[in-house]
């Protein structure tokens, strides 16, 4: 499976992608036009909040399978356009939670 990542993510996660024997490209510049090239053959997007997944984004991809946001929110990525498309798309709605914990606990002092 070729994995497109196009926010940077932990090495780690990288690493368990590698070891799971998947393909995976970094392009953490790709936007635009640059995207929609990169996107064309990936059957896997791995994003942030940096990468706007928009209907041509998908509609470019005709390989993609799924979406995986490492983070929280969609709000980044068209779920409609996604639907349309017959793409997965998945987030980590509880990613930030000990972070955020342990940043309120630590404002409090």
């Not at 928009?54 to 990525?77: E, H, M, Q, W, Y």
């Amino acid at each position: 499976m070729k994995v497109l990542v196009t926010d940077p993510i932990s090495e780690a996660g990288l690493d368990v992608l590698y070891e799971a024997g998947h393909e995976v490209v970094t392009d953490y510049e790709a936007e635009g036009e640059t995207l929609l090239e990169a996107v064309a053959d990936a059957n896997a997007l791995i994003v942030r909040s940096g990468t706007e997944v928009t209907r041509p984004v998908l509609s470019a991809a005709d390989d993609l399978v799924i979406v995986g946001r490492a983070g929280i929110g969609v709000d980044n990525i068209d779920v409609d356009a996604a639907t349309d498309e017959g793409v997965i798309v998945a987030n980590a709605p509880e990613g930030n939670v000990r972070a955020a914990a342990e940043h309120t606990v630590a404002m409090a002092f």
